[in-house]
Nanobody, 118 residues
């Protein structure tokens, strides 16, 4: 059974940092592209960052560039999102996503809430 479990969300002040983690099980983690998405109230879900299976390619959404860092550890089946210089507009539910680059199988976590507020 596939599991993607996010952790690390919470309340942080503007300018602060958070580190989100996603633990994966039940599929061949190192063959999947891992992505972080977020969805703020009243807005569409947007891509925050992605990293390919071997870590050879990383891309960031516009809002994440220069502030967020995605990393993966294929030995531990984890992917992390280091978020620095957080802004109130970063407030959203953050979701971990896995997608196979060929077969397009796709899995989602349940999300973790990030709130940036003073």
């Amino acid at each position: 059974q596939v599991h993607l479990v996010e952790s690390g969300g919470g309340l942080v002040q503007p300018g602060g940092s958070l580190r989100l983690s996603c633990g994966a099980s039940g599929f061949a983690f190192n063959t999947y592209t891992m992505r972080w998405y977020r969805q703020a109230p009243g807005k569409e879900r947007e891509l925050v960052a992605l990293i390919t299976g071997a870590g050879g390619m990383i891309n960031y959404g516009e809002a994440a560039k220069g502030r967020f860092t995605i990393l993966r550890n294929n030995a531990w089946n984890t992917v992390t999102l280091q978020m620095d210089t957080l802004e109130p507009d970063d407030t959203a539910v953050y979701y971990c996503n896995a997608i196979h680059p060929v077969g397009k199988q796709e899995y989602w976590g349940l999300g973790t809430q990030v709130t940036v507020s003073s």
